[in-house]
């Protein structure tokens, strides 16, 4: 009897060797891989790195942004955040947004939310100019945030100076909005429907701090001046790579 010439990778998960298949054209790749004996040797190690999280994250990312901003994004080199207990929401922001990414989501949540939105400046990308992350600076990135439907309460009662003080990685405006939309697009249904997410990774012009709720059935952009704090006011926590 002929031997199985794919004995040698019995040992390789099927989703690693269908995602490794996927992007090597299918069958041709098998062709050529079983002709090659130091190709295979080196396509077994490539095997044994794909992460297939990585790539079922990819997919609906990339798919994401196509279906609620019209873009087509490149998220091949983008790196995920180590994983971290209670942080179970990635959240990919892309550099495609362009050059007033602010504009760019706020347009998709008048279009998604079916113009049920209100924001306090008609141009947030120049009256939010400070913030932790930037696509237009930083390139794509990924973060992982809490996954919950209402902010942080771990957060509750602290101000967006305090949370600067501690040295505290939370979201920016743009974060917020994206993870708004995300969620939206996924569920149907909103974020922060009691409190308010602190957006303390940003800054307005005179140093107030954009804020977003759902408020009378419009997702609200707000803002408050930074040493505001009370209950319903919670910065959400983000982890970086």
Not at 2 to 9: G, I, T, W
Not at 49 to 60: A, F, G, H, K, P
Not at 139 to 162: C, F, M, P, Q
Not at 209 to 220: D, K, M, Q, T, Y
């Amino acid at each position: 009897m002929m031997a199985n010439p794919l004995e040698e990778f019995k040992d390789v998960p099927y989703g690693r060797w269908a995602a490794l298949g996927h992007k090597l054209g299918g069958l041709k790749a098998i062709e050529v891989i079983l002709k090659d004996d130091e190709l295979a040797r080196r396509i077994r190690k490539q095997i044994a790195d794909v992460n297939v999280t990585t790539i079922i994250l990819s997919d609906e990312r990339t798919r994401f942004y196509k279906e609620v901003f019209g873009l087509t994004v490149d998220l091949s080199k983008v790196r995920l955040p180590p994983e971290t207990e209670g942080f179970g929401w990635t959240l990919t922001i892309a550099k495609e947004l362009g050059d007033k990414p602010l504009a760019t989501v706020m347009a998709a949540c008048r279009k998604l939310f079916k113009g049920n939105v209100w924001q306090y400046a008609d141009d947030l990308d120049n009256s939010v100019p400070t913030n932790d992350r930037d696509p237009r600076r930083d390139g794509s990135y990924i973060i992982r945030v809490r996954d919950r439907v209402e902010a942080d309460e771990e957060n509750k009662n602290l101000s967006a100076d305090t949370v600067k003080s501690r040295n505290m990685v939370t979201l920016t405006l743009l974060e917020r909005i994206v993870l708004e939309l995300f969620c939206f697009w996924k569920t149907g249904k909103h974020l922060d429907i009691q409190n308010t997410t602190l957006c303390s990774g940003s800054r307005n012009f005179d140093g107030g701090v954009p804020g977003c709720c759902l408020r009378g059935g419009e997702f609200e952009v707000c803002w408050r001046g930074s040493s505001s704090c009370r209950g319903a006011l919670r910065a959400r926590e983000a982890v970086l790579t």
